[in-house]
């Protein structure tokens, strides 16, 4: 028996990463899964290897989205679980950032979340239930230089996912957020970022001294999107390895 035997999930931004773990769990889960993304040769690929159905989606499109559930719902008759994966992340100080480069990270991290809760509703209240996991980050805690936007963009996740919770309870729908902190994804180790970090500052700050694999967030997001976690909803689940204890000094 898998968590999620029985389970029709979409995930976004599903093609590499922390997308693609999501997607490879969930299926060993027993998930049926459609996965969007932007990235069509690395998608097709994927969804080749995995059987999973790969659908290109630009998340800040409303259409898109609609094709995407639509997908979902015409192959396998539901929809059960929404996973907002999809994110960028562009490193600048204030002052150095474009107005458009600050635009576009909120397009695609918040807009396309929000569209995408928008988009599950429906879809969930016909099938009686449902559980729409949102990725934040632990810059939706706390600030760091030269990421503005993309914490912007993260704390608001929190903000969409504790309104969206208390709206859609009354439809056996549930909205969490998880927070991952220094995880080994290509986007994590942006040479743009890495340039500007003192590494072994870094490592030093960390509880648990390593960055994760992207499968140990997708446990957490799993479990959110199964079955066992129905008593959990509006919540804020962090995969950080305890980096938002404190300061270490």
């Given amino acids: 028996m ?21 997607v490879r769990l969930f299926l060993e889960e027993g998930a049926r899964v459609v996965f969007g993304d932007v990235l069509d040769e690395e998608g097709k690929a994927l969804a080749e290897e995995t059987g999973a159905t790969f659908v290109h989606h630009d998340v800040t499109a409303p259409e898109e989205w609609a094709r995407a559930v639509a997908t979902a719902v015409d192959m396998h008759g539901k929809l059960d679980v929404l996973v907002n994966n999809a994110g960028i992340l562009k490193f600048r100080r204030i002052v150095d950032m474009a107005i458009e480069e600050f635009d576009r990270v909120i397009e695609v991290n918040l807009r396309g979340t929000w569209l995408g809760v928008k988009s599950a509703i429906e879809p969930m209240r016909a099938a009686g239930r449902g559980s729409i ?15 503005s936007a993309y914490a912007a963009s993260k704390f608001a996740i929190r903000g969409v996912t504790k309104s969206a919770a208390r709206e859609l309870a009354r439809f056996k729908i549930r909205v969490n957020s998880v927070h991952p902190g220094a995880i080994n994804t290509s986007m994590a180790l942006d ?26 967030v997708s446990h957490v997001v799993a479990f959110l999107a199964s079955d066992r976690s ?7 689940f962090t995969v950080d390895g305890g980096l938002l204890t404190g300061a270490g000094y």
Avoid: Q, W
């Avoid at 500052?201 to 499968?215: D, E, G, N, Q, W």
């Avoid at 129905?230 to 804020?236: A, F, M, N, P």
């Fill in 2 to 22: 898998g968590l999620l035997d029985g389970k029709v999930a979409l995930i976004t931004g599903g093609a590499r990463g922390m997308g693609e773990a999501h």
């Fill in 133 to 147: 996991v949102n990725i934040s980050s632990i810059e939706g805690f706390i600030g760091a230089e030269g990421m």
């Fill in 191 to 216: 040479p743009d970022i890495m340039s500007e970090v003192d590494a072994d500052a870094f490592l030093r700050s960390m509880v648990i001294k390593r960055f994760a694999k992207p499968v140990e």
């Fill in 230 to 236: 129905s008593y959990c909803t509006g919540s804020e």
